[in-house]
């Protein structure tokens, strides 16, 4: 195929995981025919890298090839932009727990034992208010209730009908 008939496209590596190849996403748009809203698609090329240059985000140029494998049809003729990736080292867990445990020691050692028994009772209070809230129906447990019933019950087994 002569080269000025070949296809050309502009697009952004989104994986480079495999050997020689990278999947390139190319967003194009179109007019609906109907609603005449613009409608974004995205498009996945497996594009061929023979030397393995392209990183997560660049910019490529890629250009239509003879069939590679079985799903590569598309090359890389240049990197248009270079994406900058930021050098982040993973967090150290223990680093993070000092600096947050000496917060938690200061919020702790405040105020005696008596002011933390008050906060603690206070905070028991603050659990019986949703039955107020409720407006202040006592609700009976189911084991009353059968204690009840089973009374009632226990007397008509007898054959004792209760008069009053």
């Known amino acids: 195929m002569a080269r000025e008939r070949r296809k050309a496209r502009n697009g952004r590596v989104i994986k480079n995981t495999m050997d020689k190849t990278v999947v390139v996403a190319v967003e194009w748009r179109r ?27 660049d910019l490529v140029h890629i250009e ?15 990197i248009i932009e270079r994406k900058e990736v930021a050098d982040i080292r993973p967090i150290d867990l223990e680093e993070v ?9 200061d919020v702790a050692q405040l105020g005696s034992d008596d002011e933390k028994l008050e906060m603690v ?11 107020v809230a409720m407006g202040g129906l006592e609700v009976e447990s ?11 019950e226990g007397e008509a ?3 004792e009908a209760k008069v009053d």
């Open 121 to 131: 009772e206070s905070e028991e209070d603050q659990v019986e208010e949703p039955d």
């Open 142 to 152: 189911e084991e009353e209730d059968d204690k009840e019933s089973g009374d009632a």
């Open 31 to 57: 007019r609906h025919l109907l609603y005449k809203k613009s409608i974004r698609r995205v498009t996945k090329f497996y594009v061929h890298d023979g030397q393995n240059l392209c990183r997560i985000g």
């Open 64 to 78: 239509e090839t003879r069939p590679i494998s079985r799903l590569k049809r598309w090359r890389v003729e240049r």
């Open 97 to 105: 727990g000092e600096r947050t445990a000496p917060e938690v020691l």
């Open 157 to 159: 087994k007898n054959g």
